[in-house]
């Protein structure tokens, strides 16, 4: 379950949810670290497809990142 890191929709009601959350949600409820809960989100769901209304899975980026 991603609840807690749904970020919101679309404007075609496509969910939205960010990485780093669903990464921590998934560490809490399978009392796993880091680097396996990212593993099988990478492996499991980032750039599946689901259909036509396939989640987007975006990274937050702060202000140091983007002018690197």
Do not use: H, S
């Amino acid at each position: 379950d991603y609840a807690d890191a749904f970020v919101g929709v679309t404007m075609d009601d496509v969910a939205v949810y960010d990485y780093e959350k669903m990464v921590e949600c998934l560490m809490k409820q399978d009392n796993i670290g880091y680097f396996e809960a990212a593993e099988f989100i990478d492996y499991n769901t980032v750039g599946a497809y689901f259909g036509e209304k396939t989640p987007i899975i975006i990274r937050k980026l702060v202000w140091e990142q983007i002018c690197m």
